[in-house]
């Protein structure tokens, strides 16, 4: 009967819901798997023992709207000439950096500074919602609960490796972590410690940033030396960066632009 009794509490606390009321004992749980995953208590404590539910991060969730605008109202709005400047300003600022990469990576300084311009303006706003508590609300909730349960766990596993403590986790709504906004899951694949400080901070560190983004464009099949514009060989690779359509080629529009193949 005991046995019994805990497989059934042990179900009970793993099921998702709506109601704010069972989510202590839902987090108690999932902490009991995190640990049960390998993820060390203390990483499980310092990262969860003081989350709460987020009903601000489940407005946002609900309140979602469906994308409307055109590729020439969306790309004229975010490929602008603040963008364009500032990112060949960053390009010859780190000039060596962007070598180096390109050569380790095989891919192109316009690229890389595009996708970083429109994520958070180079680093701009990076978002405030606090990581963890984002995560984890969204895990509770059953619109999206596998995805986000592993989200969460890739997020504590980031922090049981010494990358970055729960505090500095801070970024969009749904999780997205850093300067060119990685989920969990990407961080954990892809983070690169480029700048040689025994972490991987997306947060901080420029040449972390850049190195991961382009581990990541490189995991997908990018071409050293192709072009990235619809109909080339890379194109499909910025698609594996975002699926919209819209965004992929506004990405394409702006390194052509940065590169200065454009007006």
Not at 11 to 25: K, L, N, T, Y
Not at 179 to 201: E, H, I, L, N, W
Not at 232 to 240: C, D, L
Request: overall charge neutral.
């Amino acid at each position: 009967m005991v046995a019994v009794f805990g497989l059934s509490t042990l179900a009970q606390a793993q099921s998702c819901s709506s109601d704010p009321s069972g989510f202590p004992a839902w987090l108690e749980q999932f902490k009991q798997e995190a640990v049960s995953q390998g993820i060390s208590q203390q990483a499980v404590a310092s990262a969860l023992d003081d989350v709460t539910y987020d009903r601000n991060t489940i407005s946002h969730d609900r309140g979602q709207k469906v994308f409307k605008q055109s590729f020439e109202q969306f790309s004229t709005r975010m490929a602008n000439n603040f963008r364009v400047t500032k990112g060949k300003g960053l390009i010859r600022r780190y000039a060596d950096l962007f070598a180096r990469i390109e050569h380790d990576y095989g891919v192109q300084a316009p690229v890389l500074v595009a996708i970083w311009g429109l994520e958070t303006d180079f680093g701009a706003y990076i978002g405030n919602f606090q990581t963890l508590r984002s995560l984890a609300t969204l895990a509770y909730d059953c619109r999206r609960s596998a995805q986000f349960r592993a989200e969460l766990m890739d997020a504590l596993r980031i922090v049981d490796r010494g990358d970055m403590a729960p505090s500095a986790m801070r970024g969009a709504w749904a999780g997205e972590i850093g300067q060119t906004q990685f989920m969990p899951s990407s961080y954990v694949k892809f983070a690169v410690d480029y700048d040689g400080t025994g972490r991987r901070d997306l947060v901080h560190s420029v040449p972390d940033v850049l190195a991961s983004t382009a581990k990541f464009l490189r995991s997908y099949g990018w071409q050293a030396g192709q072009g990235w514009d619809p109909g080339e060989a890379n194109f499909g690779v910025i698609q594996q960066w975002n699926k919209s359509d819209i965004y992929s080629r506004t990405i394409a529009l702006l390194a052509d632009k940065i590169a200065g193949q454009s007006n």
